[in-house]
């Protein structure tokens, strides 16, 4: 998805994300503050008050309340106009509560960043500044214009005039700064959200494939000997029904349709059973099957596996876990993708780790982006630069976000880098030779790895087609 679709479809996610009932339960406790706020400011500081006036402004929120209740259902989503509207009330209402209380001079004006900050988060970037302009105006107009606080004596409270504008000035900039801040904290959120429901359909994908997998080889592994002895039996059938033309044409058509089915369990699988045959593999195994659907896209893919500890020779048995396959594939496409013409996989062990090393020959990663890399929706590139280095390719790290967290979950750590086989350097001193990744595991943490192969394995086990979901 490009980057201005999806910048597009996660601002129509921020409608009806609010309910009205939480706006109502903010101001009823606005509205019980502002009553409380102004029996103790009359009734213990003695301060003189347009009490009249405020009784009504606050009467107003608790009408707008009563109306919300009557009209419309407790689990109302509001829409963008709706919410922006709600919130445009909350600030002239506050706003002229302040208006009547002193304006600045009232330490209750810094309510005014509330209504900001809940917009920040859940409107449009449109209506959100929109909103900030408005609060700024009235906040401003207020600092101008109010009916000053003043004590049953008659004296007037006034702030210095360089109070009222330090004052000014820090609500000027706590709308901006929490204003921004609060979109761009719950902008991150909803990305890492979408980008960990990418990830879990990439995994459950590849449990399907895996699945699949294990199915056909089972079924084909459990079916070909009664199929065999059908074939072998129905030729027997032929020979001695030479005379027997009618019954010959039968034996002749289960022969044909023993084939079929041998036909049939090579090309795909349907419900059957878990090889648990198949649910561990050399190392090289495992990569080699990550990497074998870009083998032949143009590109030379060379292997180099070798243990790093010349004392433990014996290549480790690992888990083919779906997380790791398709992990490495992504990783090792990203690779493909952007070489010149060669991909070179480094796979080695020793006694206490096992590594994958992926490495290429292209231009590597650009040094705007090489402290994100795994993070998702990786989208602000020097054009100038990185933009050259990958001509015509407008990734997000989407991809190597979903491999990292993968990876991750099956205990390996990841570090990206590039090298410098050509010599070359960038701007900051970054190496900017081919891409390199490394895959890390140590044997205690990787999952389910050398297993005992010596006792039996015991009978392949049913695959269940729905399976439950887990409880969290």
């Known amino acids: 998805m490009p980057i201005s679709e999806f910048d597009m479809f996660q601002d129509q996610q921020r409608s009806n994300w609010v309910r009205l009932r939480t706006l109502v339960t903010l101001r009823w406790f606005a509205s019980v503050g502002q009553a409380a706020a102004i029996i103790v400011a009359v009734n213990v500081y003695g301060l003189q008050l347009e009490v009249g006036y405020a009784v009504m402004v606050i009467g107003v929120s608790v009408m707008a309340n009563l109306f919300c209740g009557f009209v419309y259902p407790e689990n109302k989503r509001l829409s963008e106009r709706e919410a922006a509207l709600w919130l445009v009330f909350d600030i002239v209402q506050l706003s002229a509560l302040l208006f009547l209380t002193g304006g600045l001079n009232n330490p209750f004006a810094l309510l005014m960043l509330a209504p900001v900050t809940i917009a920040a988060t859940v409107l449009h970037l449109r209506s959100t500044v929109s909103l900030g302009v408005t609060a700024i105006a009235l906040i401003s107009l207020i600092s101008r214009y109010s009916v000053p606080l003043a004590t049953t004596q008659g004296t007037v409270l006034v702030l210095p005039e360089l109070f009222q504008f330090g004052f000014w000035m820090a609500l000027m900039i706590g709308v901006v700064f929490l204003a921004i801040y609060a979109r761009q904290v719950t902008t991150e959120m909803h990305t890492m959200g979408e980008a960990l429901v990418a990830t879990q359909m990439a995994l459950a994908r590849e449990q399907k494939l895996t699945d699949l997998g294990g199915v056909v080889a089972a079924a084909a592994h459990e079916l070909g000997t009664p199929l065999a002895t059908i074939k072998l039996v129905s030729s027997e059938l032929m020979e001695e029904l030479e005379n027997h033309p009618e ?54 893919v060379g292997f180099h596996v070798a243990p790093t500890d010349e004392a433990d020779l014996t290549q480790p048995t690992i888990a083919r876990r779906p997380e790791i396959i398709h992990g490495l594939r992504n990783l090792i496409q990203n690779a493909v993708d952007f070489s010149q013409s060669e991909v070179r996989i480094d796979v080695s062990w020793s006694a206490d780790e096992i590594s994958v090393r992926i490495s290429d020959d292209g231009n590597g990663f650009p040094p705007s982006v090489i402290g994100r890399i795994g993070d998702p929706y990786v989208r602000r590139r020097r054009f100038a630069e990185d933009g050259n280095r990958r001509p015509g390719y407008e990734g997000m790290g989407l991809g190597l976000f979903i491999a990292k967290t993968l990876l991750e979950r099956s205990g390996a750590r990841l570090t990206f880098a590039n090298s410098r086989r050509h010599g070359h350097a960038g701007w900051a001193g970054q190496a ?17 790895i050398d297993q005992p192969r010596s006792r039996a394995l015991g009978k392949n086990k049913p695959i269940d087609p729905w399976p439950q979901p887990k409880r969290t």
């Open 247 to 300: 019954l010959m044409e039968d034996a002749a058509l289960i022969r044909q349709q023993a084939d079929r089915c041998r036909d049939i369990l090579q090309s795909m699988g349907r419900a059957g059973k878990d090889d648990l045959q198949l649910r561990h593999a050399p190392l090289e195994t495992v990569v080699r099957e990550a990497a074998e659907p870009h083998m032949a896209r143009g590109k030379l």
């Open 432 to 448: 900017t030779g081919g891409a390199i990744v490394s895959v890390t595991w140590t044997r205690s943490a990787m999952p389910r």
